[in-house]
């Protein structure tokens, strides 16, 4: 059974560029959510999707953005890139929405590198 | 407002060495806690879900265990393998949406 797969896994942007990531869930999985590490800040929660719907938006500017398609897929958008905004994507994805459930567990992807110089 | 907070930050262990790393949380009811394993450069890998006070659960050399306040991850006989950063994380029954991570703790096993 195929895991969450991000693409790509390695970008290098220039400050002011946008940028789209994509990932792809877990076969079945209808949630999708996305994180920003950084080796300062950990795992900070970006969104999450269901159906369509973006449910969840964590304390990130409007320059981060996501979409979610009717085959669960799901990619993120970054306007206008800042510095700051060099770190590891993770997508993960699980079967429900998370509200929905009790301990409904998320699988990771690799994650997308991004590095803005 | 929810938070984790995981201790040590680092440990470092000889090979057979046994340790616990703890997870101390603060959440306004627990749905669920999470530890995960996270090697460099890669996406954290799913090892456990905890739901309640006295449940336990093993994987090979691992043991997770659950109380009202904390969580520990017990380590038995560890393998140079089993070196990578730590995560828990918690949903809380509230905020369910959101999970919480904590910082991670960074094992390091030495043959």
């Known amino acids: 059974k195929a895991g969450v797969t991000q693409t790509p896994r390695y970008l290098i942007k220039t400050r002011g560029q946008q940028v789209t990531l994509s990932c792809s869930p877990i076969?079945?999985?209808?949630?999708v959510s996305w994180y920003q590490q950084t080796p300062g800040q950990g795992l900070q929660f970006l969104f999450e999707y269901f159906s369509e719907t973006q449910r969840n938006k964590g304390n990130f500017p409007g320059r981060f953005s996501g979409r979610q398609f009717s085959n669960s897929r799901s990619e993120m958008n970054v306007s206008t890139l800042e510095l700051g905004d060099s770190a590891l994507y993770l997508c993960?994805?699980?079967?429900?929405?998370?509200?929905?459930?009790?301990?409904?567990?998320?699988?990771f992807g690799e994650g997308s590198w991004l590095t803005v110089v | 407002e929810d938070q984790v907070t995981q201790s040590p930050e680092a440990l470092r262990l000889q090979e057979g060495e046994s340790s616990s790393l703890n997870c101390s949380y603060t959440v306004s009811g627990l749905r669920g806690l999470f530890w995960y394993r996270q090697d460099p450069g890669k996406g954290p890998e799913f090892l456990f879900t905890l739901y309640s006070a006295g449940e336990e659960k093993e994987k090979e050399r691992l043991k997770a265990t659950l109380t009202k306040k904390e969580s520990f991850l017990h380590i038995t006989a560890p393998k140079p393998e089993d070196s990578a950063t730590y995560l828990c994380a918690v949903q809380a029954v509230v905020d369910g949406q959101n999970f919480v991570f904590g910082p991670g703790t960074r094992l390091s096993v030495l043959p």
């Open positions: 993960a994805s699980s079967r429900f929405y998370r509200a929905s459930g009790s301990g409904n567990t998320i699988y």
């Open positions: 076969s079945g999985h209808r949630s």
